[in-house]
């Protein structure tokens, strides 16, 4: 799949002067439910409306969804409200069902990504629509397989395509409940810049109190879109509780939210800026904790040292270390000298962090 100009047409079709906004429940849990956040989700800038209706959960014995009843609740929603309806679909039955219940936008959940045969199965039972048709990031944090489930529905002819980032695993625990690992969305973007991307900070942060600075920062990286997980009561959703805000709190987040998209030339400039800076900022973010992480690794060092009593300075194996990484920088475009000056000041900060540990 090339970059097509065509990918953004019916983003543009919607001619919003903001984000996209994708808001509703986790899950679909009563009609009444369903009813009451569209109404109040209609007074917002959300444009569509979301709820899961087949919930793919990681043990059984949760709340699995309320199946295709919820269909024709949406349904509903869709004609009291005028809301585009969108549901996740995980197999080809999803699919017909939701074609038949003329859902807007089918969506691909992160457990349905990973798998070629299962995307190939939907991309089949979707051929040809032109319903949108959005792929959530596999689960881990593999770019090649999220671009493989796009390019089998871009091979099926659908063309209203969408990408949508809600982070991935970890076995670490971290802040987020999904790592962000923007690099990823960044590089999904550099290839196919005209393809939609929307992010879903829910899914990412697992918390209510981090989902605006994950927003501000897709935006900052020049997101199309934000998927938002929306419930009237949500410490009393069947799922995703934690993570869940009200419509009045997406309101007033969308008033908060620094929207960059303008079309101006200065402001296009200001945009691209914008753009290029956060992604500098995401790297040296990432740089810092690496550096953390090394250092960490030095202290283990430091102590084995201590207990066998071997000195801190073992000239050898730090000459072999420089050597590799001259070699490695000129690969990367970075001069000899500043890859020594880089590497000496690490290498410093180890021997500081070890005589630490000797001497602690
Ligand atoms: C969801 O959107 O509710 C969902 C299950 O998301 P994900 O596939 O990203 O886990
Ligand atoms: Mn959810």
């Known amino acids: 799949m090339e970059n097509k100009k065509e990918l953004r047409g019916w983003l543009n079709d919607f001619g919003l002067s903001h984000p996209l906004v994708i808001g509703g429940p986790c899950s679909a849990e009563t009609e009444e439910q369903v009813l009451k956040i569209a109404h109040e989700l209609k007074d917002t800038d959300a444009t569509v409306l979301r709820a899961g209706i087949w919930k793919p959960r990681t043990r059984p014995g949760n709340f699995e969804g309320v199946g295709a009843l919820g269909l024709k609740w949406l349904k509903r929603a869709k004609e009291e409200t005028g809301m585009l309806i969108s549901t996740e679909v995980a197999n080809s039955n999803h699919v017909d069902l939701a074609l038949e219940h003329d859902v807007d936008i089918l969506w691909i959940g992160a457990r349905t990504t990973v798998s070629p045969f299962i995307v190939q199965e939907i991309a089949d039972a979707l051929k040809g629509t032109d319903k949108i048709v959005l792929v959530k990031n596999p689960v881990n944090p593999d770019l090649p397989l999220w671009l493989g489930a796009i390019e089998r529905l871009?091979?099926?002819?659908?063309?209203?395509?969408?990408?949508?980032?809600?982070?991935?695993?970890?076995?670490?625990?971290?802040?987020?409940?999904?790592?962000?690992?923007?690099?990823i969305p960044i590089e999904l973007q550099n290839r196919f810049p005209d393809l939609p991307l929307i992010c879903d900070p829910s899914h990412i942060a697992g918390r209510r109190d981090i989902i605006f600075d994950i927003c501000q920062t897709a935006l900052d990286l020049n997101f199309d879109g934000l998927m938002v997980e929306t419930h009237y009561d949500p410490d009393n959703a069947w799922s995703d509780a934690k993570q869940q805000i009200t419509p009045s709190t997406l309101i007033q987040m969308m008033v908060d939210l620094k929207i960059r998209k303008s079309t101006d030339t200065e402001a296009d400039y200001r945009n691209a800026l914008n753009?290029?800076?956060?992604?500098?900022?995401?790297?040296?973010?990432?740089?810092?904790?690496?550096?953390?992480?090394?250092?960490?690794?030095?202290?283990?060092?430091?102590?084995?040292?201590?207990?066998?009593?071997?000195?801190?300075?073992?000239?050898?194996?730090?000459?072999?270390?420089?050597?590799?990484?001259?070699?490695?920088?000129?690969?990367?475009?970075?001069?000899?000298?500043?890859?020594?000056?880089?590497?000496?000041?690490?290498?410093?900060?180890?021997i500081n962090h070890q005589k630490k540990i000797i001497n602690a």
């Open 154 to 183: 871009y091979s099926a002819d659908i063309q209203k395509l969408g990408a949508i980032h809600r982070g991935f695993s970890t076995y670490e625990k971290t802040r987020y409940r999904n790592n962000p690992n923007w690099q």
């Open 275 to 350: 753009t290029l800076r956060t992604q500098i900022d995401v790297l040296d973010h990432q740089l810092i904790e690496t550096l953390g992480r090394r250092m960490k690794i030095a202290d283990g060092i430091g102590e084995l040292k201590r207990d066998k009593n071997v000195a801190i300075l073992q000239s050898r194996r730090w000459n072999e270390i420089l050597g590799k990484m001259i070699l490695e920088g000129e690969e990367n475009n970075l001069s000899e000298e500043f890859v020594l000056k880089v590497f000496k000041a690490i290498h410093q900060e180890s």
